[in-house]
């Protein structure tokens, strides 16, 4: 018996009936990442969905090597390549329904793309030339997130919406694993438990937060094991199987559609490149743990599934392999056109009505930009 009891200042109760008490088991992921290829469940796997799901596979790497020879080249100011992780892009686009909406983080290009935004407008952030390069509503995909994990508290946001609204409407959130230690996860999946929002976490280990190892952001059996935390499932899956991903992810959109809540999806990959092309990822890790993760590359293990069920013969690999080679061409030719840029643009679609200050400071450079068009010449007259 405490103090305080024994002074009869506190007396435990049991707790009132409004209060639940929910058994965590079922919503403890599995020991293992769950996976498909290279086990029994492959053969039951849907012929047209590997194929499809391969042809994005080879695009997305295609994608990802191109983008980061136009940041050599001086036509990229930065690219984040997600090469290692395409299972988890190409998935959780594929996952979702046309009229759901994608959450992406800065690394998720590749999904953004395989949603259907021009891959041209899917660089347009990382090249500078606009705030997002594309137009948010037309495909359903929120700006590429910059900082960490603030697209997460926007997706509960619209998903919560939608459902108050009666649409039938799914967000599905991607976030890498450094931004699990961000406060704005942690708030996301606490409010998107408690409403039940039919949203979907996906977070993308792969290994690192820049150069900071998983190690040392939590001490958590794994990411997905967050979840029961909140009241939520969760699920661990194999990263580089992208029909796994799949799999998973498909579950949980229907879970959430089906007004089941959310669900928060550790996918355990590793990025092959470096966090960008600004960093030096040989300062933080040893060659022999990248190619150990290259012998579980995602592109390969889904070729191997495929030719060994006769879906996929040489011509086949050759005619995907000549329709990512004709987009990387597209993407290079349009990449290597100098934009024609409006200084004016900045002071559209800041506010859904111009405030006075806005007004003001367009004004002023409109007459500069005015005053540089008369010349040196024309200003030395004025001044006359």
């Known amino acids: 018996m405490t103090v305080l009891e024994q002074r009869g200042a506190y007396r435990p109760s049991p707790p009132p009936a409004w209060q639940p008490r929910m058994d965590p088991a079922p919503l403890l992921p599995d020991a293992e990442p769950y996976r498909v290829l290279g086990t029994e469940a492959a053969a039951k796997a849907d012929p047209d969905l590997l194929r499809r799901l391969h042809a994005h596979l080879v695009r997305g790497r295609r994608?990802?090597?191109?983008?980061?020879?136009?940041?050599?080249?001086?036509?990229?100011?930065?690219?984040?390549?997600?090469?290692?992780?395409?299972?988890?892009?190409?998935?959780?686009?594929?996952?979702?329904?046309?009229?759901?909406?994608?959450?992406?983080?800065?690394?998720?290009?590749?999904?953004?793309?395989?949603?259907?935004?021009?891959?041209?407008?899917?660089?347009?952030?990382?090249?500078?030339?606009?705030?997002?390069?594309?137009?948010?509503?037309?495909?359903?995909?929120?700006?590429?997130?910059?900082?960490?994990?603030?697209?997460?508290?926007?997706?509960?946001?619209?998903?919560?919406?939608?459902?108050?609204?009666?649409?039938?409407?799914?967000?599905?959130?991607?976030?890498?694993?450094?931004?699990?230690?961000?406060?704005?996860?942690?708030?996301?999946?606490?409010?998107?438990?408690?409403?039940?929002?039919?949203?979907?976490?996906?977070?993308?280990?792969?290994?690192?937060?820049?150069?900071?190892?998983?190690?040392?952001?939590?001490?958590?059996?794994?990411?997905?094991?967050?979840?029961?935390?909140?009241?939520?499932?969760?699920?661990?899956?194999?990263?580089?199987?992208?029909?796994?991903?799949?799999?998973?992810?498909?579950?949980?959109?229907?879970?959430?559609?089906?007004?089941?809540?959310?669900?928060?999806?550790?996918?355990?990959?590793?990025?092959i490149d470096a966090h960008t092309n600004a960093d030096d990822a040989t300062r933080y890790r040893g060659d022999a743990e990248v190619e150990t993760w290259r012998a579980h590359d995602p592109v390969r293990l889904l070729e191997t599934e495929l030719t060994e069920r006769g879906l996929l013969d040489e011509a086949a690999l050759e005619a995907v392999r000549e329709d990512a080679e004709a987009m990387a061409a597209d993407l290079r030719a349009r990449m290597n056109q100098d934009p024609e840029l409006d200084p004016m643009d900045l002071f559209d679609h800041v506010y859904a009505e111009t405030t006075a200050q806005l007004r003001e400071q367009r004004d002023l450079l409109r007459a500069e930009l005015a005053a540089e068009q008369d010349g040196p010449d024309q200003q030395e007259g004025d001044r006359r």
């Open 63 to 271: 994608y990802n090597t191109q983008a980061t020879a136009l940041t050599k080249q001086g036509r990229l100011a930065v690219y984040p390549s997600s090469t290692g992780q395409e299972a988890c892009e190409v998935a959780a686009a594929l996952a979702l329904e046309e009229r759901d909406w994608l959450f992406p983080s800065y690394r998720d290009t590749l999904a953004v793309v395989a949603r259907g935004v021009d891959p041209v407008e899917a660089l347009t952030l990382l090249r500078g030339d606009w705030h997002t390069g594309y137009d948010p509503y037309a495909h359903r995909v929120a700006p590429l997130s910059t900082p960490l994990a603030t697209q997460l508290p926007h997706a509960v946001g619209l998903a919560h919406a939608a459902r108050l609204k009666g649409d039938d409407v799914v967000a599905l959130a991607m976030v890498g694993d450094g931004g699990t230690s961000e406060g704005d996860f942690h708030e996301a999946l606490n409010f998107a438990a408690v409403w039940r929002a039919p949203v979907v976490f996906l977070v993308q280990n792969n290994g690192f937060a820049i150069s900071v190892p998983l190690a040392k952001q939590t001490a958590a059996p794994s990411l997905a094991h967050k979840a029961v935390g909140y009241g939520m499932p969760g699920r661990l899956v194999d990263g580089n199987d992208a029909v796994a991903v799949h799999e998973v992810l498909g579950d949980a959109v229907r879970q959430a559609r089906a007004g089941g809540g959310p669900t928060l999806i550790e996918a355990v990959t590793y990025r």
